[in-house]
């Protein structure tokens, strides 16, 4: 008797393991977690993707990321929003993504704040206005104030390159441009690396590029930093000024975090957000992301939804402002 007793106790607890959250069950007696990044393999915000993976599989079971780009990004953000709520599927927010792009694009197949719950941001990535080295020395460019009083007594003579209409560098540049009063003409290239080529090649003056994409041509004296966009100084790159130290209030960066479906059950975030905060706190991730030039911004999920609030109510008036549009 006391041996079949033993014999059913594992069955009885069947029913209670079925009623455990989804994610709870991941892992290798259940489905994976896949993290969608809507950008192509390679990039900064596809590693930072792979690299948490691998540091929360001990506490969150195996997690696949899958690539899904196109459309600016929307294409992998849309796949995140009509995915089941139930911890399975999560996804990557950026700054185009959930910022820029709702302004930007005549239709949008998602709402940036009502179809996803924010886990938690993941880095910052300063932009740094960047200016070509030889254009530099040429034109006595040293500073900030320097490249201002030279377009002020040079109207129109300054152009600048970005990764196209609507993209993070063309933003940057014409918020700058309001700013600090002067005017350059915009030159829209076909993504980040060709901008970047056209400014090292002297097609164009200067560019807002990432720093993880502009640190090696720094380094190297092919380009000249001016400021980052940053509120503050970088602490990756401490001894240049931030823009904001002349024009308070300029602050405009390359984030990226983490979002599930809406309506996805409070404790499954809660324990998502536990996962990847620890991921992002750990040493050896802050290590990783030094060497993209990325900060590590762990957050609660309620710090996460309103900072994303807030960058959506930003961009507006920016995108607006650039008049730039995708139909």
Avoid: C
């Amino acid at each position: 008797m006391k041996r079949r007793n033993v014999l059913l106790s594992p069955l009885a607890a069947l029913p209670a393991l079925s009623n455990l959250p989804a994610l709870a069950q991941t892992g290798a007696a259940g489905r994976p977690i896949r993290i969608i990044v809507p950008y192509a393999p390679g990039g900064p915000i596809d590693v930072t993707a792979r690299v948490l993976a691998e540091r929360v599989k001990d506490s969150l079971g195996p997690v696949i990321i899958e690539n899904k780009p196109g459309a600016g990004g929307n294409i992998g953000a849309d796949q995140v929003a009509k995915a089941a709520p139930d911890g399975l599927t999560i996804g990557i927010a950026a700054t185009a993504t959930h910022a820029v792009n709702p302004w930007l694009y005549s239709r949008m197949p998602f709402d940036a704040l009502r179809d996803f719950s924010p886990i938690t941001q993941i880095v910052r990535v300063p932009n740094v206005l960047v200016i070509n080295a030889d254009t530099a020395r040429r034109l006595k460019i040293n500073t900030l104030a320097d490249m201002v009083a030279y377009a002020r007594a040079n109207p129109a003579k300054l152009n600048f390159g970005s990764g196209g209409s609507g993209s993070a560098g063309h933003l940057a540049g014409e918020m700058f441009k309001a700013q600090a009063g002067i005017y350059a003409l915009h030159i829209p290239y076909n993504g980040g690396n060709p901008a970047q080529l056209a400014l090292l090649a002297g097609e164009v003056d200067f560019n807002f590029d990432n720093l993880a994409t502009a640190a090696p041509n720094i380094r190297s004296g092919k380009l000249k930093a001016l400021a980052v966009t940053t509120a503050q100084r970088s602490p990756l790159l401490p001894e240049v000024p931030a823009v904001a130290e002349t024009y308070k209030g300029f602050s405009i960066d390359t984030w990226w975090g983490l979002v599930a479906p809406a309506h996805t059950p409070k404790d499954v975030i809660t324990r998502l957000n536990q996962a990847f905060v620890a991921a992002l706190n750990s040493p050896e991730t802050k290590t990783r992301f030094a060497g993209l030039m990325a900060e590590p911004v762990p957050t609660s999920p309620e710090q996460f939804g309103a900072f994303m609030k807030g960058e959506l109510a930003k961009y507006e008036k920016v995108v607006k402002a650039s008049g730039a549009k995708v139909d």
